[in-house]
Structure formats: C-alpha cells, structure tokens
C-alpha cells in the first residue's frame, strides 16, 4: 500500500487523518455546474481561466490524477472527458467518494463566499462525509456589510452627514462589536477570517484617528445612497472594524485567519504580502494571527512571520492543486526553513467542487513525502521525527489552536 522505503513516514503522511482548517461550502446539487470548473486549479477569471489556464501545469496533473479516479481509459484522459464523465455521475456519489478518499475528520468552513453563497450548502451539511462535526470560520467582512445594510435599513434617528458622523460611528461600533461577541460565544464558530487583502491590501492601520474613520464611514454610507450595496472598500472604516474583531478575538481566544498571496486579479498583489501585517501583529500580541495560503509568493515572508511572532501561525493550502508539482515542493520547503513545525496548519481551501478536496488532500500528502523523505535521507531528521512533524500539520496543530478537543480516527482511509 504505501512505499517500501520510508514506511512509517509514509503512513503518517498517506493514512493519517487531517484538519481542513480552511475550506468553503460544496455547491448543491441542482447548482452543481453553475460556475466554470477550471476554477479547480486556478485563480484566474474569464477568457484567462477557460482558455489559458488548461495549459498550465497544475491543469496537465489534476486531468491525470481525476481521470484515474473515475475510471478513464488511458487516451481518454483529457480535460474534456474528465468533466464529461463527473457530469455523468450522480452527486451525492461523486462527493461521497472526493471526500472519504481526502481523509478529513473534520473541516472548518468559512462559509462566507460573497456572491455565490446562494449556490452553495449549509455549513452543517458536510458532517455526512467527516467523521467529526464541521465548525465555522466567521468571514469579518460580511458581517461588517449586514450590520451597515440592517442599520441603513432601520430608522436612525438624525439626518447622516459629516456633522452626525461620530454619532453614527457609535451606533455602527456598538452594533458591531455585539454582533461578533455573539460569534465567538457560539460555540460552532472556532474563529475569524479577514479578505482585507482583497479590499484594501494587508497594510492594516494599528491605530487611526476618529475623523479619518468617521469620514471613511461617511463615504461608504455614500456609496451605499448610490449603488443599493456596501462593499467595504474603505480603509480607514475597514481598519478599524478589523482591530475591534481583533481586540475580541484576543479575549475569547479565537484564531483570525487572514488572506495572504494567492488569490484571484481582485488583490493588490505588492499589498497582499503578509510582511505588510507586521505592525498590526505586534499592535495585537493576545490575539492569534493565521496567515492563509502559505503567503504565496510570499511564503519566505510568512515563515519569518510565524518563525519570530508566538502568535502567528502559518496555513499551507490552496498552493494544492493552483501549483504545478515542484511548485507545492518549493513552497513547502520555504516554509520550513523557519517556521516551528508546531505551527504549521494543514487545509484544502476547498471549494464548490467536491474534487477540490480530493486533490488538495492526495497532492498535499505526496508532497510532505516527498519533502520529508528528502530530509531523512540526507539525515537532517529521523523518520520517526518526520513522521510526528507530519502528524502534527495534518492534525494536531489545527486541533491545538482551535480547541477541537478530537481524537484523530486511525482507520479513516482504509
């Protein structure tokens, strides 16, 4: 079953059960082919998504390894039959089958997806294909935008414009502040998630004057007279919802996972480097700072993050299956050169398609062999030591941070 020469590496690495501490809501059924399947592997949009990005890597090996897990004749292999063959299948059974082939006992969904999130389950839903109950990540900025909608909604009681603004601040924190209180007491939410790298970049303010807060307030409550919509694209507003969450969080210790890197052309991309975080991290030393997505291309930065703050934690998904092969190797490597093992958190970024767990899991676990079985030969660890740094990014570290108090199912790939 696993490969002869590191066995012992090999099974923690191919059979040990692993927390999904990032990943988001499988579409449902009858909206199963609504959005491009492309969006598998890649982050791209339009014409660069449906006829660019097949010619990537990351395409060539996710159409291998999805046509051997449905069954394909060698010639048949090809983009085009993969997703004619998983449009033959019946859904329940295609998700049955990604997602006990992943080996993920437990998923934390961030089930916060702007525009699509009618499209998609509940996050409760995916406790039928995981062996423990699925928890919530708590998207900031979503419900930053319903307590503005309700309150743009509601009657307030003077007129809004730059003479009220610090008044209708005050209502707008109070609010807020009640609002994400409710979140951490709940005890099916394990943490928070920030996308201000996709509104403003990760240059988040550790402190900011009220005028400038309650003129960015004055703004988007502009915005919103004239569109019908509040997208928080504001900073000073954004930056100081986000040190009301963080000062929260600290209290009720809950994790606050941050975008980082990787991401759709929505980002900034010289603004979504973690290294922008610095003094935001050090501003907030009682809260737990989780940089996503390995930082990439950021990751050296991300490392060093986690490598010198005790409250920083390093997530290495969505690089399986968005890189080509050597590409996961290189970041995973860079991510070791500093990060304390016991830090590093291990997550699909799963999304919409139930593949996308699947091929985060079997691409993840082949490079952390591969990785690790490097370091074992060249005698810079014991396998026994590869094996447990192995366990501990599958699964123990995740369990650790958020609180999950589980006990990893041995047997949960046979």
């Known amino acids: 079953m696993f490969p002869a020469y590191y066995r012992q ?25 609504a959005l491009p399947f492309e969006g598998l592997y890649s982050e791209a949009a339009g014409e660069a998504l449906v006829d660019d990005s097949i010619h990537t890597l990351a395409c060539y090996r996710s159409t291998f390894q999805l046509a051997k897990l ?14 004619e063959k998983r449009a033959s299948l019946d859904y329940a059974q295609l998700c049955k089958m990604c997602m006990q082939l992943s080996g993920i006992q437990c998923i934390l969904i961030d089930d916060g997806l702007s525009g699509d999130r009618d499209l998609a389950e509940g996050y409760k839903w995916h406790d039928q294909y995981t062996f423990s109950p699925t928890r919530r990540i ?10 503005l909608l309700y309150l743009s909604r509601c009657f307030i ?10 008044n209708l601040l005050r209502v707008v924190t109070v609010n807020f502040e009640e609002r994400i209180v409710t979140c951490a007491n709940d005890d099916d939410v394990v943490g928070f998630k920030s996308i201000a790298c996709y509104r403003t970049g990760l240059d988040i303010a550790p402190s900011e004057a009220d005028e400038d807060v309650e003129k960015s307030l004055l703004e988007a409550w502009t915005d919103y007279d004239a569109t019908g919509e509040f997208r928080l694209k504001h900073k000073a507003l954004n930056d100081y919802l986000l040190r009301i969450v963080l000062r929260i969080a600290g209290q009720y210790k809950k994790p606050v ?18 290294a922008h975080m610095q003094p935001l991290i050090k501003a907030f030393p009682d809260t ?3 940089l996503l997505h390995s930082g990439y291309p950021y990751s050296r930065e991300a490392g060093y993050l986690t490598a010198v703050y005790q409250n920083v934690y390093l997530d290495f998904g969505e690089i399986f299956p ?22 590093l958190l291990w997550s699909t970024d799963g999304r919409w398609w139930p593949e996308s767990f699947y091929l ?14 490097d370091c074992i030969r060249r005698e810079e660890l014991t396998e026994s030591e590869a094996a447990a740094i192995v366990e501990k990014m599958l699964f123990h570290n995740s369990n650790r941070l958020y609180g999950l108090g589980l006990t990893p199912k041995l047997d949960i790939i046979m």
């Not at 009681?157 to 610090?166: G, L």
């Not at 996972?257 to 929505?266: I, P």
């Open 322 to 343: 968005c890189l080509s092969a050597d590409g996961q190797r290189a970041v995973v490597k860079q991510v070791l050169e500093l990060s304390p093992t016991n830090k």
């Open 70 to 83: 449905f069954g394909l004749k060698k010639g048949e292999d090809n983009w085009k039959a993969v997703k």
């Open 257 to 274: 996972q941050f975008h980082t890197g990787l991401g759709d052309n929505d980002i900034t991309l010289t603004k979504s480097s973690p």
């Open 9 to 33: 590496l090999a099974s923690a690495a191919f059979a040990y059960p692993a927390i999904d501490n990032h990943a988001h809501p499988l579409l449902t059924e009858k909206h199963r082919d």
């Open 157 to 166: 009681p003077f007129e809004v414009d730059s003479s009220t603004a610090s």
């Open 288 to 290: 737990t700072f989780v």
């Open 138 to 147: 708590v998207r900031i900025e979503v419900e930053a935008q319903n307590i």
């Open 360 to 373: 985060a899991s079997i691409q993840s676990r082949q490079v952390l062999y591969d990785v690790f079985a």
